[in-house]
């Protein structure tokens, strides 16, 4: 509802809606507006987790859309849900589940993709035009995505 800071649900739909009509059974789209912790619980017991969510960077002009892997996300600053001031980074989150024991994916099966924003404090449905016009851009890499990891 912050405007464009909703891009990545937008884009989880969009995905979801393509593969209703091209099925994959191994493939789960899930909403979360979580860090952290949370978000690392959400990755327990999946091969491969593809993230996609806004970001805040005035390296990336609105509408960008940039491939990270987890080992690239580490070494910038918190993007917009993977901290919390009451909660761990994604990374630490991530390094302390291994440590446990937990069967996550490995580092290179997190990929995350970061779609450039603007305007991320007003409250608003509808995205600003190139974020808006970012989301099939987007919906489309993931998808290549999923059939790059279906094909391996």
Do not use: W
């Not at 209703?20 to 959400?42: F, K």
């Not at 509808?126 to 808006?132: D, G, I, R, Y």
């Amino acid at each position: 509802i912050l405007t464009d800071d909703g891009v990545g649900v937008k884009v989880a739909y969009a995905v979801r809606d393509a593969l209703s009509t091209l099925p994959h059974a191994d493939v789960e789209v899930a909403e979360a507006s979580v860090g952290g912790l949370r978000l690392m619980e959400m990755m327990v017991g999946y091969d491969c987790v593809i993230i996609i969510d806004a970001m805040l960077d005035e390296r990336m002009p609105p509408g960008a859309v940039r491939r990270l892997t987890l080992v690239e996300l580490a070494t910038i600053s918190p993007l917009q849900h993977t901290a919390s001031a009451h909660d761990v980074n994604l990374i630490t989150a991530l390094n302390t589940g291994r440590r446990l024991g937990l069967p996550l994916p490995t580092a290179q099966n997190i990929i995350f993709y970061g779609v450039g924003v603007e305007n991320i404090q007003d409250f608003g449905e509808q995205p600003t035009p190139a974020v808006l016009a970012a989301i099939p851009r987007t919906a489309g890499a993931v998808l290549q995505e999923i059939r790059n990891q279906s094909a391996s």
